[in-house]
């Protein structure tokens, strides 16, 4: 992960930066499902009983992903490495938020157990002596796949943001724009 010093402070900084008011209640709630251990959606448990962080982060611009992909010959027996960007500024122009595949169901295969996101943020920071290695996505929809066979998607809501851990991350995701349907 390649470090950008950037917001310091959680509760404030990187809320703003972003553009995230609802960043805080997002943080709680992750770290209930990372420190919960049954079944229940940590979603569903109030706020108030969620765990509170306001200490420091590190923010990342990107991080590198080792993954392997068998129709990938080009790589030494198919495994393959990639750069995932979120560059607020890609040189002195427009932002640069790469896409990938989130392991949302590991019993599913194929794309069936994967979901598609735009990574806005790397960070990590430490509670209870743990480090957590987070990724701030917004979420894609599917459609599931078109006559050609490619999976169709489009952007959820702009409330659909998520933090989750970065041992989620499948591997970057090319998206190809639709021409016409």
Excluded at 86 to 91: K, S
Excluded at 125 to 133: D, I, M, Q, W
Aim: with cysteine.
């Amino acid at each position: 992960i390649t470090e950008h010093m950037h917001a310091r402070n959680m509760r404030r900084d990187l809320a703003i930066e972003l553009n995230i008011p609802q960043f805080h209640d997002i943080l709680q709630c992750f770290l209930q499902s990372q420190l919960q251990h049954d079944d229940h959606d940590p979603e569903d448990a109030p706020l108030d009983e969620c765990p509170f962080y306001d200490g420091s982060v590190h923010v990342y611009n990107s991080a590198s992903s080792m993954f392997y992909a068998p129709s990938d010959v080009s790589g030494l027996h198919g495994m393959c490495h990639k750069h995932i960007h979120c560059f607020p500024t890609w040189r002195n122009e427009g932002p640069c938020y790469d896409c990938v595949f989130v392991v949302t169901n590991p019993h599913m295969k194929g794309m069936l157990g994967l979901d598609v996101a735009c990574v806005l943020c790397f960070f990590s920071f430490k509670h209870l002596g743990t480090e957590y290695p987070c990724v701030i996505i917004h979420w894609f929809d599917h459609d599931g796949p078109n006559n050609t066979g490619m999976w169709v998607i489009h952007m959820c809501n702009a409330q659909d943001i998520a933090i989750i851990h970065i041992n989620t991350i499948y591997c970057a995701a090319q998206l190809i724009p639709v021409y016409a349907l």
